[in-house]
DNA sequence: TCCGCGGATGTGAACGTACACATCCGCTTT
DNA sequence: AAAGCGGATGTGTACGTTCACATCCGCGGA
């Protein structure tokens, strides 16, 4: 009774029927679950699997079924860790809660790049796929690409011409920090806007100029950064030359950091100088210095509704929620009112 | 001419053979960059995969050749997230760079967990795993599960009794910022050290004992952190009613931001009351208040060197180095001399 | 008693590809 | 001129699974 012989071969369905003593077929309903098998019979196939320790050929079987269980995660960025990974792990949770495997790609944001990373996706049989591509052009590239024929839904995008998107409310939580700056009593707040080419930040900027817009507050031309801590310092230093403003609306949380780094290096007091309100609230911000000020995300939420999307699609039973998720306030210590 | 019937069924190899009129191995052949093929026959056919937008099934491919050309990559955790995703998106990139496609699993560290996952990779006929998994009891599961007949190679763990490993020296880095404290002239240091159960964080603190013991200094018991700012947050606001210290060496730079914002709290002036040193050199450290002192460690190549290592064990030629990576000292505002 | 029915199981084929081998052809070599 | 050779191409089959359909069996109702 060698329960392992060393061929060179895995077993197949076949070899588990044949030592079980039934046909290939019943092992099959027991793999899959078949309501009408014997009990006996279906133990005493589990048995055997278990003896030889069968393994199903994921490959035979999505070649036959032409079903590859598998969810693409295109992922379109190398910024934003946090909340890129918030979401990767959530996305993986549910897919594999429902059955589904991961099967990732990395792209920069240019077409070729992106549509590389598509083509890799389809050519691994996606089902569907989720796109992390808070990129306008990411988002052009994916529409110039031949038109996908499978579920897919964006992330981090607040454009919903095409296709499905989900995504925290960025305009609101935009005009939550500004609002916030303002009932504060500021009337001079800059805003330290992320890289154009990107929705999010795009949304944000729309959301600061908006509420400015609605309290006719002078409007500063927003600065840029690219999300990072350093380019936050880098902007934040020319902008300690300037005395014209009290308040600062960052794009996101690291831009915020590097920008309390500048202030603190130019002797600037935050909050009694300057108030900054930053966007993520990465679990960092309550350990800034001060304490930072921030718009909190959900992402977990927003990769939870982004495979009940796809699984509500493949008919999966997921549950289908359109509408935006809201943003928080979060009040640390940057934010106080202005000097009289 | 229609080069896109709406056929229900995509087309398959036999298709384009019969569309180019010829056999269906030479369709393969192209495919498969035979060399011995007329020019004229090869154009012809490209011609027609392309007119027909023709993908070759890799189910079917993987079921004949056996080989998924898919590497498995295993995170086992959640935390660490610069680490862990600098690392994966290098591995991505030299994975696809060697014609090798991706598939993620998480886990926690619990064997049920960990084997899962694995079980969920190997089921995916994964032909390689990268483990992430810096726990102890992570290798250990691992360890416990049937052995693996693929290539596998675990990161971020200096333990090298079983399989592969590869890792920056986490053990000679922790001695760098142990010895940097030394030479300032610190004689009471502190280590503020990561969760007991993580071989990182375990090599880190014998490292720091290893160090203070050969300058035969006072070696206070290890305080414990979870590698988050909060924990660090905790731990300091508990060490600043001590005032018998004079430096902090804190596992990781979370850790030490958050230690920061204890010792701001208190009154602790850093770093001319307390020296503090982290470890990884995450992009914002340079902007922590102050820029933080800290070590810093390749992830990129960690990753690339999993990959290589993968690659030359799969025989795709990989490169295989096995020497540790070293670690760097970084020093920035956080460290100065001790008062007298 | 016989028919019919439905649960339990078996049989054959198909999925789309790559591999082993066969065939064909034109050229060189003897 | 015949044999040999190698490049170019074609033929048949295996990979491991699921699906469609066939078969078998025992039981209840006419």
Not at 298 to 319: M, N, P
Request: hydrophobic share 45%; glycine share 6%.
């Amino acid at each position: 009774m060698n329960s392992q012989s060393s061929s060179s071969r895995a077993p197949n369905i076949r070899d588990v029927a044949r030592a079980a003593g039934v046909s290939h077929q019943t092992v099959s309903r027991v793999l899959n679950d078949s309501p009408n098998l014997r009990p006996e019979t279906r133990q005493k196939v589990l048995d055997v699997i278990a003896a030889m320790s069968y393994r199903p050929n994921q490959a035979a079987r999505a070649l036959v079924t032409s079903r590859s269980h598998t969810i693409g995660v295109l992922v379109a960025t190398r910024a934003a860790a946090y909340g890129v990974q918030t979401i990767l792990y959530e996305i993986e949770d549910a897919a594999r809660y429902a059955g589904y495997r991961l099967a990732i790609a990395t792209s920069s944001s240019d077409d070729e790049s992106v549509s590389e990373a598509l083509a890799q996706l389809i050519g691994q049989a996606a089902e569907a796929v989720v796109v992390v591509a808070p990129q306008s052009r990411v988002f052009d590239a994916l529409a110039r690409t031949a038109p996908l024929h499978i579920p897919f839904v964006m992330l981090d995008s607040s454009r919903r011409d095409a296709g499905h998107s989900i995504s925290v409310d960025q305009f609101e939580g935009a005009r939550l920090a500004t609002a916030h700056l303002i009932d504060l009593g500021h009337r001079h707040i800059v805003h330290l806007a992320g890289p154009q080419d990107w929705i999010e930040a795009e949304a944000r900027m729309q959301g600061f100029l908006r509420e400015v817009g609605d309290h006719e507050l002078y409007v500063d031309p927003p600065l840029l950064g690219d999300w990072t801590a350093e380019s936050g310092y880098r902007v934040g230093r020319e902008l300690v030359k300037r005395v014209d403003f009290t308040a600062v609306f960052c794009s996101n949380d690291l831009i915020a950091l590097g920008l309390l780094h500048a202030l603190r290096e130019a002797e600037v007091r935050v909050p009694e100088d300057v108030s900054v309100v930053g966007f993520d609230d990465v679990p960092e911000a309550a350990h800034f210095s001060p304490p930072l000020t921030t718009i909190r995300q959900d992402f977990a939420e927003v990769g939870r509704r982004a495979i009940g999307l796809l699984l509500a699609e493949l008919g999966s039973g997921g549950a289908r929620h359109t509408e935006a998720i809201p943003a928080q306030l979060v009040v640390r210590a940057t934010t106080a009112p202005p000097r009289l």
